[in-house]
């Protein structure tokens, strides 16, 4: 079996992407964030107090003939930046761009945090991290993939993302039609349940590529490319009148400075991030100002491979035992 179904940015500036998915018998549609930093299917639902939903399409399990609940479960989940929910869980019929899956845990929101009421296009997270970090109790619940996995074609899927525009996310076979060249592939190890593997190095603008293992995880769920500082310095010394601003918590720069590219290695492979992918966003809509789509990691504790970087590359992602991660050029 396969699945494909659209990545479509929530606003305009690629601060996430939404894809539908249907939910019960009949099917409810809802447009989730597929999310590879995190393992819990969360969403909008009929138990979600009206004062938190601003507009979201919400999953009603009493209009669903398949929806089972799944007695004195409950699950709650705090989010890096801040954000998060909580809720409890039921089992019912779910599919992504064609790709069913009979018994799939759906976490229902009896609270979520403001961020989240006020994206009134997001209507949740599918995660698509490993199903050790899902943080159902007192029983963990498994991924859509892990569910899926059985009746794929191949143990697969695919992250398509775009800049300013509508990529795709494929289930069970790689499209060929979707990239150029061979695909690179690197080992992932699933610690802690996310897909941690390493960049063979990086280059800031026509600059002599540093070869050093950065370890991270490729995470469809960050909006932003996070990596130590001292890659980070190196990049914005090369941008005029860039700042590190504790005000705006990271590297600002005027939206007149010309940004240099930013290529980073996949084992012998190398991706070079367009500069407009960095000029992320204006820091108010007049302001003169712009915020990196490239920032620091020292905060986070961990390397995070967001959008910016993922949307310059075709991304497998596989559930192969050992499972690694692919990327190749579009
Ligand atoms: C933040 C997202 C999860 C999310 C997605 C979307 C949203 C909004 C819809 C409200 C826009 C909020 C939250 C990420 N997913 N793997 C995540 N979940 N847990 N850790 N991370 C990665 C991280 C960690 C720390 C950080 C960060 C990122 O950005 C800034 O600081």
């Not at 943080?135 to 695919?158: C, G, H, I, M, Y």
């Not at 240099?260 to 108010?284: D, H, K, L, Q, V």
Request: aromatic share 12%.
């Amino acid at each position: 079996d396969t699945g494909s179904a659209a990545a479509i940015p929530i606003n305009e500036v690629d601060i996430a992407y939404v894809t539908p998915v249907t939910v019960g018998t009949p099917p409810q549609t809802l447009m989730l964030d597929l999310d590879t930093g995190s393992s819990d299917l969360w969403v909008f639902s009929s138990l979600t107090p009206s004062s938190q939903v601003r507009g979201q399409d919400i999953y009603t399990p009493a209009n669903s003939s398949t929806s089972k609940l799944l007695n004195g479960h409950t699950w709650s989940i705090r989010y890096g930046d801040g954000s998060g929910s909580r809720g409890t869980v039921y089992l019912d019929t779910l599919a992504v761009g064609g790709l069913e899956v009979k018994s799939q845990a759906v976490q229902t929101a009896q609270e979520v945090s403001s961020s989240f009421t006020q994206e009134q296009s997001l209507d949740g997270l599918m995660g698509l991290g490993f199903s050790t970090l899902n943080t159902v109790r007192p029983s963990s619940q498994l991924t859509f993939f892990d569910n899926a996995r059985p009746s794929l074609d191949e143990e697969v899927f695919t992250a398509d993302l775009k800049y300013h525009a509508t990529g795709s996310y494929d289930f069970g076979f790689v499209d060929r039609a979707k990239y150029t060249g061979n695909i690179s592939y690197t080992a992932v190890t699933e610690s802690p349940g996310y897909w941690t593997h390493s960049l063979s190095g990086y280059a800031v603008g026509s600059g002599a590529f540093q070869t050093t293992r950065l370890s991270g995880i490729s995470d469809t769920g960050t909006t932003l490319l996070y990596l130590p500082t001292a890659v980070v310095t190196a990049y914005y010394r090369q941008v005029q009148g860039a700042q590190n601003s504790q005000y705006y918590g990271g590297y600002v720069f005027p939206c007149s400075s010309s940004l240099p590219t930013f290529t980073f290695g996949i084992e012998e492979a190398r991706f070079t991030i367009p500069a407009s992918y960095i000029n992320y966003t204006r820091i108010s809509p007049t302001s003169t100002t712009c915020y990196g789509g490239l920032q620091s990691s020292s905060g986070l504790g961990i390397n995070i491979f967001g959008d910016v970087a993922l949307k310059a590359a075709f991304v497998v992602f596989s559930g192969t035992n050992p499972p690694r991660i692919g990327f190749a050029h579009k």
